[in-house]
């Protein structure tokens, strides 16, 4: 990644110590005196900090560069230490979960993913804490020696206080995630609770920032049983805390639609949802229709899978209704870029899967969108990875570790 230029803004002056570790993670390899410029730090202070974190383990220098100056000394860059640190993220969904360890530079060192046999918060919540304990145990760890837990899950999130508000579905509500996993595992370190939409576009930010080159503004559009959007605004070289929680799929797009989970009507998520096109492709069976779709589930509830394979082979009636989802995914992506202007959008979801999807959004979007407002806003289309809110929710702990960091 290109090294930023010009003057920083004026917070990176504040809390040296962690402005400094952030420059060298998402930079280094970089030389001390790139450091000094680009905070505006003296030389001395840079100096006295990096040999600091150097004694702590988190830092280290990396061969030679270039010579500098008349005197042909060789300045030596300083980068950070993987093995250093070590998080832990998990997503739980109710009905699918995912957990993985990483490195501080995010390698996995460990990870699964599976089907929950539980609906229940309690049950579920006991099942994150064994994932945990095992995640730690085959790495070789003690609990202690992990810098950060991140827990993503569904619905609306309190994230200060580590608490999820509610999980439309499984009618979880006023759950202590944090409170919790402290209680069942004996952890005493940071805990990170986020919506896990939001947790993927922390995962943008820390281990895909060549998407976001020259301090690009985005949104995150993901959708899975729900449909969120979180935003993140233009933060110069450095990441941004993400804005809200983005629940794209409560926006009304037809007051007299069909009645959504959350009891109103018309909104995205009864049209455009995995819930929405299952239930659909469902209705569809029983009215004797999709019959491509029928042989593929056997006489069970379609599967997005399913759905998609009869897709491919030319099911007219899943067809349409994957038509009729997209229109008004792309309709409510347009308000999105015309409201706020996104530079990028990530498209996270198994409806995209597939190119013929894809196509289509994008065709919607670019016919709907607002060009005396702005420049279009890019698409982006996000690969199937069931560990991508686990990774993400890692990386809001890596985040916030380099935030706090000397505090």
């Not at 230490?81 to 998080?87: A, D, G, K, N, T």
């Not at 993220?89 to 990483?102: K, N, P, Y």
């Not at 759905?307 to 030319?314: D, E, F, P, T």
Request: proline share 4%; with cysteine.
């Amino acid at each position: 990644m290109e090294f930023g230029t010009g003057r920083p803004p004026s917070r990176r002056r504040a809390g040296s110590q962690a402005a400094i570790l952030r420059t060298i993670y998402h930079f280094g390899p970089v030389r001390r005196s790139q450091i000094s410029d680009y905070l505006g730090l003296t030389m001395p202070t840079i100096t006295t900090n990096i040999n600091d974190m150097i004694a702590r383990g988190i830092v280290r220098e990396t061969g030679l560069a270039a010579p500098q100056g008349s005197s042909g000394r060789r300045a030596r860059p300083v980068d950070i230490v993987p093995e250093s640190r070590h998080f832990i993220g998990v997503e739980m969904q109710g009905s699918r979960w995912a957990v993985c360890l990483l490195d501080f530079r995010g390698t996995v060192l460990f990870a699964e993913n599976g089907d929950s046999p539980h609906q229940g918060y309690d049950e579920n919540m006991q099942s994150v804490c064994r994932l945990i304990r095992r995640a730690v145990s085959l790495c070789g760890l003690a609990l202690e020696q992990i810098a950060g837990i991140g827990i993503c899950t569904p619905g609306l999130v309190n994230r200060a206080d580590g608490i999820l508000n509610m999980r439309v579905g499984l009618n979880w509500a006023d759950k202590n995630i944090r409170r919790d996993i402290a209680a069942l595992t004996g952890y005493t370190g940071p805990v990170s609770v986020e919506n896990n939409a939001c947790a993927r576009a922390y995962g943008v930010q820390i281990f895909q920032r060549e998407l976001l080159t020259g301090g690009r503004s985005f949104a995150y559009l993901f959708i899975s049983d729900g449909i969120a959007c979180p935003l993140v605004p233009v933060t110069d070289d450095f990441v941004g805390s993400v804005v809200g929680m983005g629940e794209l799929g409560h926006m009304i797009m037809d007051p007299k639609g069909p009645l959504c989970r959350c009891g109103n009507r018309g909104c995205l998520e009864a049209y455009s949802s995995d819930w929405a096109v299952t239930s659909r492709c469902n209705r569809a069976l029983e009215e004797g229709k999709a019959p491509i779709l029928r042989q593929l589930c056997g006489g069970q509830r379609p599967t997005m899978d399913a759905i998609l394979q009869a897709q491919a082979v030319g099911n007219g009636d899943v067809c349409q209704v994957i038509r009729d989802a997209i229109y008004m995914l792309g309709l409510a992506a347009v308000n999105v870029s015309n409201f706020a202007g996104p530079n990028l959008m990530n498209v996270d979801g198994k409806l995209f899967q597939n190119e013929e999807n894809r196509a289509a959004l994008t065709e919607i979007v670019s016919q709907n969108l607002c060009g005396i407002i702005r420049s279009r806003t890019e698409l982006v289309f996000a690969e199937p990875d069931r560990l991508s809110g686990a990774k993400g929710v890692a990386a809001l702990s890596i985040f916030r570790d380099l935030e706090t960091y000397g505090s």
